[in-house]
């Protein structure tokens, strides 16, 4: 799921033009 080395937090912001890894 987590393809990135981020924490997968639903509270962490998200780089513009990403979508949010719950897609």
Known sequence: MAS???P???S???PA???P???
């Open 4 to 6: 990135c080395a981020e």
């Open 8 to 10: 997968s937090e639903p």
């Open 12 to 14: 962490a912001p998200l």
């Open 17 to 19: 033009g990403v979508p």
């Open 21 to 23: 890894l719950e897609d």
